[in-house]
């Protein structure tokens, strides 16, 4: 029996970004990035998946990644925010999840989409106008091979055996539409930090998607929400400001480029498009507290990007969020690792 308000989860999204070309360095920071939050508590760390840098980061093996993390680890559940499901084998995705699956004690989260890089597709021999074609015969054969059902071939079975994957498999979604399909097949929903190619705020944008998702839920457990918002705190504005401006500031720009934001945008006008929440983590959480989405949400994923700050100040704003920001939101560390649909 599930109580009648779910304890809200807190996550972290990492897309693996450093500055300059030592990808080492990048890939051991993001690593102490996840032994820092399970630490301080956080339920779940996530990782985004890009082949190219151009597309937002730099880490294009995440389930490789993720072993590594589960060894690092202890009780974080690991996630993936997410992996571009189009450009997978699905069966040997499969694969992939199980052994981290197991390896890290049943913490795997696994969120999929389809991504939108044409240079990726192409690299991967695949057609991107068929993009969301692909992504649902993939899922359907994804959700049987983590099923344990027989795949591909009489008597084939993923191995190892999966766990319970009923209520792990989430979907990265950006209309109406897209939330109603993901629901009818059972993902859970994840919402990106900022909506693209829409004037008005992000929030505003995506919480008809959110509401969208629970009117067409029909399983018998609790839906999951998954909200990604850019959150960075610091002593005061001045101080986020002068680790994440310039960033945000060139990554609206490039946006820009692709006709996603106006062009010639301000600085204050990037922050607003990419739905940031900076500054005094008493700031954040009064800004939070007017987030339209977050009421229906069960998990708030904080993330950096598209600001690369330097690691000490990254690791910094987890500590603010976790002591300070998510706390004043309702958010309390779980006494014992959180079990999934919990």
Known sequence: MTSPTPRLRLGFLTHVQGRGDDLARTYRNAQELFVVADQLGFDSGWVAQHHVPAGGGGLSSPWTFLAHAAARTTRIRLGTAITVLPLEDPVRLAEDVAVVDTLSGGRVELGVGSGYNDTEYAAFGQDVSRKRELTSEKLTVLRRALAGEEVRAPGFRVQPTPGDFTDRIWQGVFSSPGARHAADGGSNLLINRAAYGYDAPTDEV??????????????????????????????????????????????????????????????????????????????????????????????????????????DAAIRALELIATEVAPALGWKPATVPDLAGA
């Open 206 to 311: 995506q919480r008809p998607w959110a509401d969208a998702f629970l009117d067409a839920w029909d399983r018998p457990r609790r839906p999951r929400i998954g909200l990604s918002r850019f959150v960075f705190p610091a002593k005061d504005r001045r101080t986020a400001l002068r680790q994440i401006g310039d960033d945000v500031h060139r990554a609206a720009l490039r946006q820009a480029e692709s006709g996603a934001f106006p062009k010639d945008l301000s600085l204050e006008e990037a922050l607003r498009r990419f739905h940031s929440f900076h500054g005094h983590p008493d700031e954040i959480t009064a800004a939070l507290r007017e987030e339209k989405v977050l009421p229906v949400a069960t998990d708030l994923i904080t993330q950096f990007n598209p600001a690369v700050p330097d690691h």
